[in-house]
T-cell receptor, first 116, second 112 residues
Framework: GAVVSQHPSWVICKSGTSVKIECRSL??????MFWYRQFPKQSLMLMAT?????????EQGVEKDKFLINHASLTLSTLTVTSAHPEDSSFYIC????????????FGPGTRLTVT | GDSVTQMEGPVTLSEEAFLTINCTYT??????LFWYVQYPGEGLQLLLK?????DKGSNKGFEATYRKETTSFHLEKGSVQVSDSAVYFC???????????FGSGTRLSIRP
């Protein structure tokens, strides 16, 4: 149980275009979902926390107009990278927690974004 | 603020060697502690966890004990295999905040 999927697993896009990444909880309802960014050989950096039906909470330094997060249902959250640039190339990972006061998060396999 | 400190890598060992990856934390309360593993090109997988002091988490031959007195959660394995080569992340989580704080990760390479 507790499986989280991401789609696509990798994507290449041209500079200036937008890319949408989906995160789904397959066998549980995810009240809270998290989006992380990971640079090569570095740790995960939390970008934002989203709760179903409400606006996402962004970490300091993360541009909310550039990284649009939507958590429209208890099983789906999306991250849209708008007007992507090469510096946005990274590994994006989502995680999901079940219920309130989660004591564990379940991670998706990640999406590798390359902007050319 | 709360933080997690891991030993820097990379760590290179021969197969069947004993492994220790040190992890210490700074926390104002009583978080749950985790070890996650990331294999090349993949996302994070939960390896083991402990939710209170003196708890021992274990999985796949790996163990870690929640030591409140030394604020540590060191990862150990008695005999490593080539397939254990990966990046290991120590982390803490407060259930009330639902926000995970990760260490910087330790890359482990096992030689045949």
């Amino acid at each position: 149980g507790a499986v989280v999927s991401q789609h696509p697993s990798w994507v290449i896009c041209k500079s200036g275009t937008s890319v949408k990444i989906e995160c789904r909880s397959l066998d549980f309802q995810a009240t809270t979902m998290f989006w992380y960014r990971q640079f090569p050989k570095q740790s995960l950096m939390l970008m934002a926390t989203s709760n179903e039906g409400s606006k996402a909470t962004y970490e300091q330094g993360v541009e909310k107009d550039k990284f649009l997060i939507n958590h429209a249902s208890l099983t789906l959250s999306t991250l849209t990278v708008t007007s992507a640039h090469p510096e946005d190339s990274s590994f994006y990972i989502c995680s999901a927690g079940e219920g309130q006061g989660v004591d564990e998060q379940y991670f998706g396999p990640g999406t590798r974004l390359t902007v050319t | 603020g709360d933080s997690v400190t891991q030993m820097e890598g990379p760590v290179t060992l021969s197969e069947e060697a004993f492994l220790t990856i040190n992890c210490t934390y700074t926390a104002t309360g009583y978080p749950s502690l985790f070890w996650y593993v990331q294999y090349p090109g993949e996302g994070l997988q939960l390896l083991l966890k402990a939710t209170k002091a003196d708890d021992k988490g274990s999985n796949k031959g790996f163990e870690a004990t929640y030591r409140k007195e030394t604020t540590s959660f060191h990862l150990e394995k008695g005999s490593v295999q080539v397939s254990d080569s990966a990046v290991y992340f120590c982390a803490l989580l407060y259930s009330s905040a639902s926000k995970i704080i990760f260490g910087s990760g330790t890359r482990l390479s096992i030689r045949p």
